[in-house]
Every structure is written in C-alpha cells, then in structure tokens.
C-alpha cells in the first residue's frame, strides 16, 4: 500500500512545479492520513492505511520547529518563495488552524517578509467561519475543484461526508471572489475522464460563478494509489487552460 509521504512537522524547502521553492507545513500526523477526503490520486495514499500514533501536532510544536527551520534558512542564506501548508492530509481539519496561520504570518513577517504563504486545502472545511478568516488571510488561497459534475467529482475525491455536494462547494468558493485560486487535477482512469468537453463545460460554468483571482490546472506527476489513473499530457492542459481563459477571462496556469 502507498503509504504517507512526509514523516515531519515542517519538511524542506522542497521544489514545487506551482510554486518555487517551498517550505512545507504539514499539520497530519507524521506517520499516518487524517483526510476529509479519499483521493484516487494522493500522492500520501488512501485513508485506509489509518491516522497513525502521533496525532495532530500541537499548536507550540508547530510555532516552535517553523521558527527554527526559518531561523536557520535565514542564518544559511538560503533562498525561499513560499511556506506551503499541505502534507499527510488535510490541513483545515487541525483544531487550531486558524492560530497557526496567525503564528506563521508573524513569523514569516519577521524572517522572510517577502515570502508568500500558501494553503492548499480541499475546500470541505469552507462551513467553518474560523477557517475561511484565516484562509482570506493568506497570501495563496488554493482552493480545490475537481469536477462540477457531482458523480465525478465523487468518483475522484471520495469525500467522507455525504453532506459535501458540488452545488455547495461551488456556493462556498464563490465567498472567496477575488481572492481564492482554484486548482483543478485533469486525469483519465477506469471510467473516470475529467477533461472530457462536458467536464471542461461545467467546470467553466463553475469557475464563472466563483470567480476566482486565478485558476491552477495539473495532471499527475507522481504515482498515485489508484494504479489505473493516466496524466494529461502539458499540450493537452495548455488547449483546456486556454479555452478556460478565453471563455472565462479568468488567468489560468499549467503545472
């Protein structure tokens, strides 16, 4: 079984294909996924493998091992673009993340003020009014949409509650017109084709009605538990990017 990848609180710098060098926050325990949803394609592996020993790590551990990793970058000169919250699930499910993101501005306001701050985040905690204050807080507010089309979108991400629905997501994301990126995953797999033209057509439906300050769209890049999951080619993803674009005067970037 595909198992989680990061075994740390903070990890790197690493190189992100979206976002330079990045220093990775990740708030699941570090030897197991706590996930609101089951993605085919998470590169940590399904849920199924179980939320490991070591529990969420407290707010104090978080503050005090980003403060030495930025303390030491600092002291060695080295360059960095972004500290990115992501890893062994998803980082909106931490109790206290709202005064983590707090921690970390002023951290990073402090070391590297001209570093952005990044949160991916599966869009499923977007009911909570304390997470989407500290999402409008950061720099790069990545938001996840994988398919406007309610039977796709639960093919791929597998969302724990039945609850989530594409209407609401949708209705959520647009709370953040203007500030929020999107980020869509383009894939093919057994019964599953994203990028086909009536997936391109409801999702452009959809980014209109969120209008979002950017859209990111990326296929896979590394293995994926679902082994029958197929990338979409970069030329592939420039003609979808650009169709996107035109028809929604919305910028879009390819990873």
Known sequence: ???????????????????????GVNLSPNDGKICSFDCLY??????????????????QDVRNRLR???EELKRENQPLDVITFS???????????????????SLRDKFFPNVKISVLTNSTRLHKPAVCDALRKVDNNILKLDSAIEATMRK???PASSDFTVEKVIEQLSAFAGQGIIQTMILRGENINNSA??????LISAY???????IMIYSIDRKTP?????AVNHDELSEIAARIERETSIPVSVA
């Open 1 to 23: 079984m595909q198992r989680v990848l990061f075994h740390d609180t903070i990890f790197g710098p690493i190189h992100s294909r979206r976002l330079g060098s990045s220093l």
């Open 42 to 59: 998470c590169e940590a592996g399904f849920n199924a493998q179980g939320p490991g020993t070591t529990g969420f790590p407290s707010r």
């Open 68 to 70: 030495a990793k930025l």
């Open 87 to 105: 890893g062994n699930g998803e980082p909106t499910l931490h109790p206290e993340f709202a005064g983590i993101i707090d921690d970390t501005l």
């Open 156 to 158: 791929i991400d597998r």
């Open 197 to 202: 033209s009536e997936e391109i057509d409801a």
């Open 208 to 214: 209109k009605r969120i209008k979002p300050r950017s």
């Open 226 to 230: 679902d082994e029958t999951l197929r």
